[in-house]
């Protein structure tokens, strides 16, 4: 069964998608600045936060988590931002992946490092925007790929 990508409309470039690139954006911005800091000194000392943060995790440093950041949630973030300027079809549903990746980050981090600053509350936020923002953004692109299957 052939789909029909003339029945699947673009994501436009409304509030939500407005709202979306800006939080992916904004989630990059943060996400370079510290997974550089954290790469450029994997002890931690730019960040001020001490190697005995991480006892008990898979990592002796703090160089691989910077590099997931920095790459993931920085570059990742800007390519998906960058592909809803371009109105590409897939761009809501990575920005989602990215949201609902960066909610399970932040978890992830507070389970391993065991302490809490107001960046985690804050970039929890920002990925829970992210991924709803998504979702009212790519419904319409939803819709069409469904109907073009039936």
Known sequence: MAIDRDA?????MDRW???T????VFLALGALGGGAALVAAPDG???QMPL????????????VPGLILGGLFGLGSLVVAALGLRRA???????FAIGVGQMIWIMAELAIIKGVSILHPLYFGVGLA???AAVAWGWPTFRGWRASRD
């Open 52 to 63: 005995s943060m991480l006892e008990g995790s898979p990592f002796p440093d703090y160089f």
């Open 89 to 95: 079809r897939v761009a809501p549903f990575l920005a």
């Open 8 to 12: 699947i409309p673009a994501p436009q």
């Open 21 to 24: 690139v800006g939080l992916l």
């Open 130 to 132: 992210i991924a709803a």
């Open 17 to 19: 998608g407005r709202l």
């Open 45 to 47: 000392s730019i960040m």
